[in-house]
Antibody
Framework: EVQLVETGGGLIQPGGSLRLSCSAS????????MSWVRQAPGKGLEWVSV???????YYADSVKGRFTISRDNSKNTLFLQMNSLRAEDTAVYYC???????????WGQGTLVTVSS | EVVLTQSPATLSLSPGERATLSCRAS??????LAWYQQKPGQAPRLVIY???NRATGIPDRFSGSGSGTDFTLTISSLEPEDFAVYYC?????????FGQGTKVEL
């Protein structure tokens, strides 16, 4: 069974940094494409970033230059380094596996990031 | 950026009724569209991918259609567990974007 568990969320002041982790199990992590998707409180879904098995990465314009996605295949873990955080980055951040056809086919339960002074 | 517009915002129906949800793209995205279901307090779940293919474990009362700019998710006969918010999402180009969601309510 695919399991994705996000950790690292919390309350952070504007301008601060936070690193999210996603621990994966139940599938061959090193062969998987992985992504982050976020959801502001009471709002819709927003794709944030994706990383492929060749370590190529793509980002939403709203986070480009501030967020960095990475992976550690030896630890089956996905990361999202978030710098220069803003109030509008407040959201639940979901880790998602991306299928070979580039759809989000498995999701974690999410971790809440709150950016506030 | 491709903008996906979902309609209606809210669909009020009863169990056993047919639900028809629409997603319109601001430019042609071929068949590169998916639908996700999200229940309160839960993560989204993939329902339909590549416009018309059901994801693993999705019952056949769910069907998707469309290509280009106009897409439809149909639930042929609503079950109590189908009441949720549904989002469409494209992967035609970067950035991937979602629609704003349609709430199917009782």
């Amino acid at each position: 069974e695919v399991q994705l568990v996000e950790t690292g969320g919390g309350l952070i002041q504007p301008g601060g940094s936070l690193r999210l982790s996603c621990s994966a199990s139940g599938f061959t992590f090193s062969s998987a494409f992985m992504s982050w998707v976020r959801q502001a409180p009471g709002k819709g879904l927003e794709w944030v970033s994706v990383i492929y098995t060749d370590d190529s990465t793509y980002y939403a314009d709203s986070v480009k230059g501030r967020f960095t996605i990475s992976r550690d295949n030896s630890k089956n873990t996905l990361f999202l380094q978030m710098n220069s955080l803003r109030a509008e980055d407040t959201a639940v951040y979901y880790c998602a596996r991306v299928s070979l056809l580039n759809w989000f086919d498995s999701w974690g339960q999410g971790t809440l990031v709150t950016v506030s002074s | 950026e491709v903008v996906l517009t979902q309609s209606p915002a809210t669909l009020s129906l009863s169990p056993g009724e047919r639900a028809t949800l629409s997603c319109r793209a601001s430019q042609s995205i071929s068949f590169y569209l998916a639908w996700y279901q999200q229940k309160p307090g839960q993560a989204p779940r993939l329902v339909i991918y590549d416009a018309s293919n059901r994801a693993t474990g999705i019952p056949d009362r769910f069907s998707g259609s469309g290509s280009g700019t106009d897409f439809t998710l149909t639930i042929s006969s609503l079950e109590p567990e189908d009441f949720a918010v549904y989002y469409c999402q494209h992967r035609h180009n970067w950035p991937w974007t979602f629609g704003q969601g349609t709430k199917v309510e009782l």
